[in-house]
């Protein structure tokens, strides 16, 4: 991740949180639209889960350029979600349905460069969970 990538991030990531719990709750529409299947995975209240989402997203988000905090936090996170069942190739889905909530919420500001950049970031972010999921099994 280059400092442009990254600033793309964050200044789009910018545009969504006033309206973190609607992104939220497109979020896991997009996911359940994509895959009914995860729905069973969430047990706990949507509104909360998404909070959460959000906390993680804006976390991540500005510590982009600080991988020394960044990396033990995702692979904690990693360790958890593969304990909650998650499987490497719902990693796709959710970056598919992070991009779509990205694209529906950004509107213009969607731009061929944020989604490259985001897409980009979220496969670093992803990679890092699912090795250390690999690692937990």
Same mark, same amino acid.
């Given at each position: 991740?280059?400092?442009?990538?990254?600033?793309?991030?964050?200044?789009?990531?910018?545009?969504?949180?006033?309206?973190?719990?609607?992104?939220?709750?497109?979020?896991?529409?997009?996911?359940?639209?994509?895959?009914? +299947?995860?729905?069973?995975?969430?047990?706990?209240?949507?509104?909360?889960?998404?909070?959460?989402?959000?906390?993680?997203?804006?976390?991540?988000?500005?510590?982009?350029?600080?991988?020394?905090?960044?990396?033990?936090?995702? +692979?904690?996170?990693?360790?958890?979600?593969?304990?909650?069942?998650?499987?490497?190739?719902?990693?796709?889905?959710?970056?598919?349905?992070?991009?779509?909530?990205?694209? +529906?919420?950004?509107?213009?500001?969607?731009?061929?460069?944020?989604?490259?950049?985001?897409?980009?970031?979220?496969?670093?972010?992803?990679?890092t969970m699912k090795e250390s999921a690999v690692v937990?099994?």
């Amino acid at each position: 991740m280059n400092d442009h990538t990254i600033s793309l991030v964050r200044e789009s990531f910018d545009l969504v949180t006033p309206i973190a719990p609607q992104a939220a709750a497109l979020f896991y529409a997009n996911l359940f639209e994509a895959d009914p +299947q995860l729905k069973p995975l969430f047990k706990g209240d949507m509104v909360v889960q998404g909070h959460s989402l959000m906390q993680m997203l804006e976390l991540a988000v500005n510590m982009l350029d600080q991988p020394h905090v960044l990396v033990p936090a995702l +692979q904690d996170l990693g360790r958890r979600h593969a304990g909650y069942g998650a499987q490497d190739h719902h990693y796709d889905t959710v970056g598919g349905a992070l991009l779509k909530t990205l694209r +529906q919420g950004l509107g213009a500001a969607w731009a061929p460069d944020v989604e490259e950049a985001w897409t980009e970031v979220y496969g670093v972010l992803a990679g890092t969970m699912k090795e250390s999921a690999v690692v937990a099994a």
